[in-house]
């Protein structure tokens, strides 16, 4: 079975969304593995979005996900990674469809309720990343 690491944004848990996410999740036949609620830190979000440290932006990334602790869980299935992306629907929720999770509930590029690894790859090192 696949596995995806997801992380629950602090937009999801501050307005109570974390159950609907995880049940429109367990409804298509993920499984939740692992689960925790963290408070992010710079090093960890540096490690996590290096890819966007040097963009101008990201000392915004950095307060948005420090502002409340979040959840992060690891969900299993047959093409999980695929799965859980077409769920959330894209990154930016105001070009997310309705029926999606972001179309449903996201605000925008940065309040878009959670995380989800891009590709089999990434998934793995979120995984050990955050779940050492």
Do not use: W
Request: with cysteine; charged share 30%; glycine share 6%.
């Amino acid at each position: 079975m696949e596995k995806s690491l997801i992380i629950l944004k602090p937009d999801c848990m501050q307005r109570k969304l974390v159950g609907q996410v995880i049940s429109r999740l367990e409804n298509v036949g993920l499984k939740p593995t692992a689960c925790k609620i963290i408070q992010l830190d710079d090093d960890l979000l540096k490690e996590h979005y290096a890819h966007l440290i040097r963009l101008p932006f990201f000392p915004e990334i950095v307060e948005f996900m420090t502002s409340t602790p979040v959840m992060v869980m690891i969900f299993e299935g047959e093409n999980a990674v695929e799965r859980i992306r077409n769920i959330l629907g894209p990154t930016d929720s105001q070009k997310a469809p309705a029926g999606t999770i972001r179309g449903d509930f996201g605000l925008d590029k940065m309040c878009n309720i959670a995380h989800a690894s891009d590709n089999k790859d990434s998934a793995e090192k979120e995984i050990a990343r955050f779940f050492r």
